[in-house]
């Protein structure tokens, strides 16, 4: 992607196309998009700042991200697309770097579907690019998700679990608000 007007197009035919598919094509397409067109990158050497969470827009317009940014691109992709958002999480993960075996661990984040509550949720992620039902990622350990919605301890979907409201994070709150700003709910 590199960051141009071309891109922009390309996305936007991209959601075009989308909203005439079944959900699960629409998830492999969303993620196929943005994990062969982003360039992953640190905050650092990105914005300058630690730990920034990038609009959609500001995604698109550079072409690179990290894996904050990566996800919420795919999050209001979707969103857009059509799928409801009480279907997607973005879940926070301590990631085992090579395999599930492995002992070192990497903070991440991945999103997840939801087909039902109770559904095993398919998870989009830049790290493994195959959607594959969270019980096929023993790689991924999950720690909370959340959405417009609410926030869950872990990924589970049970609606007993959660619900919670998402002002802890306060990062997510401001891309939600900056997000709104350029038109996506």
């Given amino acids: 992607m590199g960051g141009s007007a071309p891109v922009f197009r390309e996305w936007q035919q991209l959601l075009t196309d989308a909203k005439s598919l079944g959900t699960k094509e629409k998830l492999r397409r969303v993620n196929d998009f943005f994990n062969r067109g982003l360039q992953f990158g640190d905050d650092q050497e990105i914005w300058g700042e630690s730990d920034y969470w990038a609009t959609l827009l500001e995604t698109l317009a550079k072409g ?6 990566f996800t919420t691109a795919k999050y209001f992709t979707l969103l857009s697309a059509g799928v409801p958002g009480e279907q997607l999480r973005l879940v926070y993960v301590k990631a085992k770097i090579g395999g599930a075996s492995s002992h070192v661990t990497q903070a991440h984040m991945v999103l997840a579907y939801y087909d039902t509550p109770e559904a095993d949720p398919i998870v ?13 990622r023993p790689d991924l350990q999950p720690v909370f998700s959340f959405n417009g919605h609410g926030m869950w301890q872990g990924a589970t979907g049970k609606a007993a679990a959660g619900g919670a409201r998402t002002g802890r994070l306060s990062r997510w709150d401001d891309l939600l608000r900056r997000a709104k700003a350029e038109g996506f709910e």
């Fill in 64 to 69: 690179r991200g990290d894996c904050e940014d």
């Fill in 124 to 136: 989009l992620d830049n790290l493994i690019t195959e959607l594959r039902p969270a019980a096929r």
